[in-house]
């Protein structure tokens, strides 16, 4: 699919395009990065002043965040409202100018394109957004929507062959091709999910950002949504980035997780790593308070229930930013920000990527009772 | 527990051996442009004091339909509760006068949104909404309000409830605003309080914080707790039993233990089988297939039938009532009903 989908592509574009479109065409073999983000940083000013407007400061949303996307995998972002993890998508699709840092897609700077450049990357890069009330027009008809992507990229399908190429989406999102003259108000969530899909789909781009797909549909829908997305996977050879706060949809749909607090990542791993190794704090304590769907673990469960709130991005805590509701704080958390790194004191699967000063294993009760606290 | 609520200094009558609220065969319709709404069929449940009932279902199945009915905030026209009762302490609240309601309403049934932000009134300092509880109720002079409003916010652990009593409803973090709206139900020490959803817009760590706050009160004054939601997790964590609703009817009924072990209908299966489970990796998730009905036009039979794996023809033809579930030896099983005719089958699946 993707093969057919670059290769006349690559030879139909114009212009000065041309080296940018020859670039993305590429193909990026399986496990090999095809994102990478370094430092991103995104700032939202805070302006004071009607007439001679000033920046009295800034909504620090996404404050140097790295990671890379490797081809064909899932890469989940977990964290609370306010972490910045919708930003950073934004960021990425490029609907956001990014403040600082780069953004590489297959080696290529996209962070700061503009033009028929920028335009090639976004064929490549497409969103499903949360809400599938509020992100479908509700004047345009379902084969308008799916088919919108190709006014603007022509060159992916034909004009005479677009009505064909919607059906066959609507086919492969598991709706009738027949729908094709309904509006959105005749579907119900799960499937106006399956439409915003389709025309995530349209493009037959590399890597979808999925800003919290599900948690606006009922229980009993969430799950065949979630099947779609991982059968689209295997299909159409796709990376995602699946951004979501629902800890157990998250482990179950991805191949590596990233925890986000207040603009920055925390901690990074594997899905092993990160929910049966985690060594933040914060991370520890997000999966804890996860209620359980298993009345027996009530008692057994153990809980930590973090005191306060997230503070303001304005203005964020010195060093660690975590530190004003950790438990494991000391005076270096307040000078000495935490560098995302492998801390070299942990091994096996507890060695990876864990931004805090004493990372260290939860201590449970069975097995980990002799192991000493780092802290 | 009485020990507490003698401490507090409150008068009681005595206590009630009964249940505390009693909703029997309650239908509630809405009168539509497309034809009537069949929300709430005919839906039977209890609490006790003390006890947590958790009305479990999604959208549209009815839950939060019959809170607002028990309450008496449904807007009549368009909707109608054409059958049913409502018995609060033996007494059914929908043959009282509107005064009598009332009185009910806040000071012995208490109700939690939500979503405090838009339950709350943003140009109303949080500690007028509070203290305006016990000047409507109690006739309390603003002095004595405001005074009442700071201890009830203590008591939600609200920090430095002094200087923020004046604060408005937007200075607050979601968390704490969904503590005011507790304080708000607590103010008139209720006997019992129906909670809609009150983590749902709340992010997990505070929601920990806001449940495990809510159920430490409960205790404190001994009251029936009715806790609507649809997170399988919130009500493993927190519920003494639980009925599942589906297309404006209850379709399970179950001590918390029993539901999540031994489903007895196959809607509550499903959704127990859709939650993402550890040794599942890698594997498609088990999803009920179609989607859940349009309540202008409810499936004949069995609702549920159009996406039960086990529908036979009885299914389509009967409605299925409220079976009580009972072992193989016949030993009933106490607490547990489920509206299917397959109940035993189900029962035995797994």
Sequence with gaps: MTVEGTTPNGATALGAAVPQEA??????????????????????????????????????????????????????????????????????????????????YKGEEISRLSGSALKAVRRNIQMVFQDPYTSLNPRMTVGDIIGEPFEIHPEVAPKGDRRR???????????????????????????????????????????????????????????????????LQGEFDLSYMFIAHDLSIVRHIS???????????????????????????????????????????????????????????????????????????RDRCAEEVPLLASPSWLRGAAFHASACHFAAERETGQGAAEREGTA | M?????????????????????????????????????????????????????VLGESGSGKSVTAQAIMGILDTPPARIPRGEIRFRG?????MGKDERRRIRGRRIAMIFQDALSALNPVLSVGFQLGEMFRAHQGASRAEARAKAVELMDRVRIPAAKQRVNDYPHQFSGGMRQRIMIAMALALEPDLIIADEPTTALDVTVQAQVMDLLAELQAEYHMGLILITHDLGVVADVADKIAVMYAGRIVETAPVHDLYARPAHPYTRGLLDSIPRLDQKGQELYAIKGLPPNLLRIPPGCAFNPRCPRAQAVCRGEVPELYPVAEDDGRPLEGRGSACFFWKETLHDR
């Design chain 2, 91 to 95: 007494r059914d609240m929908l043959k």
């Design chain 1, 165 to 231: 190429a919607v059906q066959d989406l609507l086919d492969v999102v598991g709706l009738n091709p027949e729908y094709i003259n309904r509006y959105p108000h005749q579907f119900s969530g799960g499937q106006r999910q399956r439409i915003g899909i389709a025309r995530g789909l349209a493009l037959k781009p590399e890597v979808i950002i999925c800003d919290e797909p599900v948690s606006a549909l009922d229980v009993s829908v969430q799950a065949q949504v979630i099947n779609l997305l991982e059968q």
């Design chain 1, 23 to 104: 670039a993305f065409a590429q193909e990026v073999p399986r496990g090999e990065p095809i994102l990478e983000v370094r430092d991103l940083v995104k700032h939202f000013p805070l302006t004071e002043g009607v007439l001679f407007r000033r920046q009295v400061g800034a909504v620090k949303a996404v404050d140097g965040v790295s990671f890379q996307l490797e081809k064909g995998e899932t890469l989940g972002i977990v964290g609370e409202s306010g972490c910045g993890k919708s930003t950073l998508a934004k960021v990425l699709m490029n609907l956001e100018q990014a403040t600082g840092g780069s953004v590489r």
């Design chain 1, 255 to 329: 191949d590596r997780v990233g925890v986000m607090y207040l603009g920055k990542l925390v901690e990074i791993g594997s899905d092993l790593e990160i929910y049966d190794h985690a060594t933040h704090p914060y991370t520890q304590a997000l999966l804890s308070a996860v209620p359980v769907p298993d009345p027996a673990a009530r008692e057994s469960r153990d809980r930590i229930v973090l005191t306060g709130d997230v503070p303001s991005p304005a203005n964020p805590p010195s060093g660690c930013r975590f530190r004003t509701r950790c438990w494991k704080a």
């Design chain 2, 2 to 54: 009485s020990t507490a609520a003698e401490a507090a200094g409150r008068e009681r009558e005595a206590p009630y051996e009964g249940p505390l609220l009693d909703v029997r065969d309650l239908h509630v319709e809405f009168v539509t442009r497309d034809g009537v709404a069949r929300a709430v069929n005919g839906v039977d449940y209890s609490v006790r004091a003390g006890e947590t009932l958790a």
